[in-house]
């Protein structure tokens, strides 16, 4: 099993930027699928991102063109870059990763990093 922790997030305006990332510890980092998820206050748990072992990238329809999911498998490290951000991106991101590819996330979900979109 792989350990992630998430990290980068904290208070930016609106329009503004912000790089989250998620180290892995584990020497097979590169095989999984790796997904950026969030949680606002009251909401479910929302799959924002992923990106598979080979590349290929996914995105809710709410982030299309705004985020971006990247990989670094030498540095063991996954990251989501945030555009445009608007209030209701605020949430606490949290990464996970998937060895099967159809979904199987880990059941440990690690503290996430906080995101608020505020003027």
């Known amino acids: 099993q792989v350990q992630l922790v998430a990290s980068g997030g904290g208070l930016v305006q609106p329009g503004g930027s912000l790089r989250l990332s998620c180290a892995a510890s584990?020497?097979?980092?590169?095989?999984?699928?790796v997904g950026w998820f969030r949680q606002a206050p009251g909401k479910q748990r929302e799959l924002v991102a992923t990106i598979t072992r080979s590349g290929n990238t996914n995105y809710v329809d709410s982030v299309k063109g705004r985020f971006t999911i990247s990989r670094d498998n030498a540095k063991n490290t996954a990251y989501l870059q945030m555009n445009s951000l608007k209030p209701e991106d605020t949430a606490v991101y949290y990464c996970?990763?998937?060895?099967?590819?159809?979904?199987?996330?880990?059941?440990?979900w690690g503290k996430g990093t906080q995101v608020t979109v505020a003027a």
């Open positions: 996970n990763a998937d060895l099967s590819g159809v979904g199987n996330w880990f059941p440990s």
């Open positions: 584990g020497s097979i980092f590169s095989f999984y699928t």
